[in-house]
Nanobody
């Protein structure tokens, strides 16, 4: 059974940084792309960033470009999201995500989700 467990959320002032981590278990991590999504109160869940299974390809939402960096460790079965220059509008629950199918970059269809970690950016 695939499990995704996030950590690293919290409260930070505008302009600050946070690093989110997600550890995956239950299958061969290095065969699957990984990603991060977020959902703010009253809004739809939205894509933030994704990284391919080899770690050489990445994609970002426009809101995350130049501020967020996604990375993965295929030895530690983890995917990280370094978030810099945070803004109040980045406040949301952040979810780790992974496709059901191997060797597929985002957009990948059916998705496994973590439980989410809260990020709050104060102005």
């Amino acid at each position: 059974q695939v499990q995704l467990v996030e950590s690293g959320g919290g409260l930070v002032q505008a302009g600050g940084s946070l690093r989110l981590s997600c550890v995956a278990s239950g299958r061969t991590f290095s065969s699957y792309a990984m990603g991060w999504f977020r959902q703010a109160p009253g809004k739809e869940r939205e894509f933030v960033a994704a990284i391919g299974w080899t770690g050489t390809s990445t994609s970002y939402a426009d809101s995350a470009k130049d501020r967020f960096t996604i990375s993965r460790g295929n030895v530690t079965n983890s995917v990280n999201l370094q978030m810099n220059s945070l803004k109040p509008e980045d406040t949301a629950v952040y979810y780790c995500a992974a496709p059901h199918s191997p060797y597929r970059d985002y957009p990948w269809g059916t998705t496994y989700w973590g439980q989410g970690t809260q990020v709050t950016v104060s102005s």
